[in-house]
């Protein structure tokens, strides 16, 4: 079903995804600011793209929240 559920169990484990490196998130917004460029003239591609957006602040907010 889509959208995604965004619901996470307050006993989470987000260190699998807490690394750096060349292969880390800065790829990842690369990729995502290609994407964005591509809606310019794509409105499919940009609500895609938005809800990428939200889904990386979401669990950005939530590995934040579990070291807190």
């Known amino acids: ?5 965004r619901r996470v ?3 989470a ?7 750096g490196g060349s292969n ?3 790829i990842f ?3 995502l600011s290609w994407w964005l460029v591509l809606g310019r ?4 591609a940009a609500g895609e793209a938005a809800s990428v957006v939200e889904d990386a602040i979401y669990a950005l907010a939530a590995m934040h929240g579990a070291n807190a």
């Open 9 to 11: 169990a307050n006993t």
């Open 24 to 26: 880390g998130f800065s």
């Open 41 to 44: 003239d794509d409105e499919a």
């Open 29 to 31: 917004i690369i990729a």
């Open 1 to 5: 079903d889509w959208p995604l559920v």
């Open 13 to 19: 484990d987000w260190a699998s995804c807490q690394r």
